[in-house]
């Protein structure tokens, strides 16, 4: 099955940009995607890259996705403090079944002054 | 406004009780999940419900049960022959097939 990998925790300055990187075995999902959870809260769908692209940007965020490396990633530019919270990248398990997703272990970020 | 809503947002149980976590939501979604988080750990799928009456098991499925009756409800009993029940519960729906999945806040057990 799909196995999806990310490291665990990452601080950064505010103001400076953070990288947020995801590692995947074997994927045929149609989309990836990147949630995000605030403390004590369910996820939020943050932004998404259908799998025939190799970049997508939303505002402050840039998503980059090299399919020979099976490796996606999550810039946020500017990072703030409100930007603090976990981070999952998620694909689906079999092709089509977009909802069926398979979750990283989430990368907690933190934002320092 | 619409959203999932879970219940209760945290419940202590007894070794050897079933304990039954609620959620409903009202954003007319055919597709209900319930996920268990715990620390350091992504997501996994406990149960899935494409439609009414008719719900798949997920890859951690035993000790678990749910039911689907009616399109809003998607209620997930854990049972005592859960091992290990501690841990963080997220419900989430979704339109048909689509990987946008809506989350509730979720439903946090601790078994003492």
């Known amino acids: 099955g799909e196995d999806v990998e990310q490291s665990l925790f990452l601080s950064v300055r505010e103001g400076d940009s953070s990288v947020i990187n995801c590692t995947y075995t074997d994927s045929s999902s149609t989309y990836l995607y990147w949630y995000k959870q605030e403390p004590g809260a369910g996820l939020q769908l943050l932004t998404y890259i259908f799998s025939n692209m190799d970049m997508k940007q939303d505002q402050r965020l840039t998503v980059l996705l090299n399919k020979k490396d099976k490796h996606l990633s999550l810039r946020i530019a500017d990072t703030q403090t409100g930007d603090s919270a976990i981070y999952f990248c998620a694909l689906a398990d079999e092709p089509g079944g977009y909802n069926k997703l398979i979750f990283g272990a989430g990368t907690r970020l933190a934002v320092h002054p | 406004d619409g959203g999932i809503t879970q219940s209760p947002k945290y419940l202590f149980r007894k070794e050897g009780q079933n304990v039954t976590l609620s959620c409903e939501q009202n954003l007319n979604h055919d597709a209900m999940y319930w996920y268990r988080q715990d620390p350091g750990q992504g997501l996994r799928l406990i149960y899935y419900?494409?439609?009414?009456?008719?719900?798949q098991k997920g890859d951690i499925a035993e000790g678990y049960s749910v039911s689907r009756e009616k399109k809003e409800s998607f209620p997930l009993t854990v049972t005592s022959a859960q091992k290990n029940p501690t841990a963080f519960y997220l419900c989430?729906?979704?339109?048909?097939?689509?990987?946008?999945?809506?989350f509730g806040e979720g439903s946090r057990l601790t078994v003492l």
């Open positions: 989430a729906s979704s339109i048909g097939y689509t990987g946008e999945l809506f």
């Open positions: 419900s494409q439609i009414v009456n008719d719900f």
